[in-house]
């Protein structure tokens, strides 16, 4: 079984500092990993993927994510918050066999002050 | 451009009715998924269609019934709504298979339809 955690469930930072928004996760076998944003009655939007290569993905709206396989990590991080950055934000896994539907944590919200 | 479209995106149903929630995507993706969102549990998956004429269930899928049409749209259907299935139900796509290194295709969601079992 897969499983993805997102251990807080709110994230505040001001704007112009970094932010860090965390996802651990759990598979038997080697992941794809993804980072999905959720703004106020839309659907998701997909942000960033790791498939292989480098740990560090970089994706949409200056986003970046860091694959560590030895901590079972894929924590999201952008160097500077935006306000129009405050949203909901889901990690999400799937093996690289087998069933292609992804596994979705429980989401963390980001709430960027000015 | 409208991607995924989900129809209805709000419905009231009393315990025991049924309704279907329909979706379309035009972007001639292969797979395509059902979700319900709820406060503090993410998404969890209901039904998925890897490709015309197969589905498969997911995580969720008691009190569901689901219907690949065609390539295009993918249905979800309540046979008698009851109060634990108050949510909100997103539909999504994929190319699928994955291809090569590209692997991992990314997912496309409509905008969701809030369901309301009274």
């Known amino acids: 079984a897969q499983s993805v955690a997102q251990p807080e469930d709110q994230v505040n930072v001001a704007e112009g500092n970094p932010l860090t928004v965390k996802c651990t996760y759990s598979?038997?076998?080697?992941?794809?990993l993804f980072w999905y944003v959720q703004y106020p009655n839309r659907g998701l939007q997909f942000l960033l993927k790791?498939?292989?290569?480098?740990?560090l993905v970089k994706g949409s709206y200056g986003f970046e994510a860091e694959f560590n396989k030895s901590q079972t990590s894929f924590h999201l991080k952008k160097p500077s918050a935006l306000v129009s950055d405050s949203a909901l934000y889901f990690c999400?896994?799937?093996?690289?066999?087998?069933?292609?539907?992804?596994?979705f944590g429980s989401g963390t919200r980001l709430q960027v002050q000015p | 451009n409208a991607g995924v479209t989900q129809t209805p995106k709000f419905q009231v149903l009393k315990t025991g009715q049924s309704m279907t929630l329909q979706c379309a995507q035009d972007?001639?993706?292969?797979?395509m998924y059902w979700y319900r969102q709820d406060p503090g549990m993410g998404l969890r998956l209901i039904y998925y269609?890897?490709?015309?004429?197969?589905?498969d269930k997911g995580e969720v899928p008691n009190g569901y019934n689901v219907s690949r049409l065609n390539k295009r749209e993918f249905s979800l259907r309540l046979e008698s709504a009851a109060p634990s299935q108050t949510s909100v139900y997103f539909c999504?796509?994929?190319?699928?298979?994955?291809?090569?290194?590209?692997?991992?295709?990314?997912?496309?969601f409509g905008a969701g339809s809030r369901l309301t079992v009274l």
């Open positions: 999504a796509s994929s190319e699928g298979p994955d291809r090569g290194l590209s692997g991992a295709n990314v997912l496309t």
């Open positions: 598979v038997s076998g080697n992941p794809y």
């Open positions: 790791y498939i292989t290569g480098d740990n």
């Open positions: 999400a896994v799937r093996l690289r066999t087998g069933r292609r539907a992804l596994t």
């Open positions: 972007m001639n993706h292969n797979s």
């Open positions: 269609s890897a490709s015309e004429g197969t589905t």
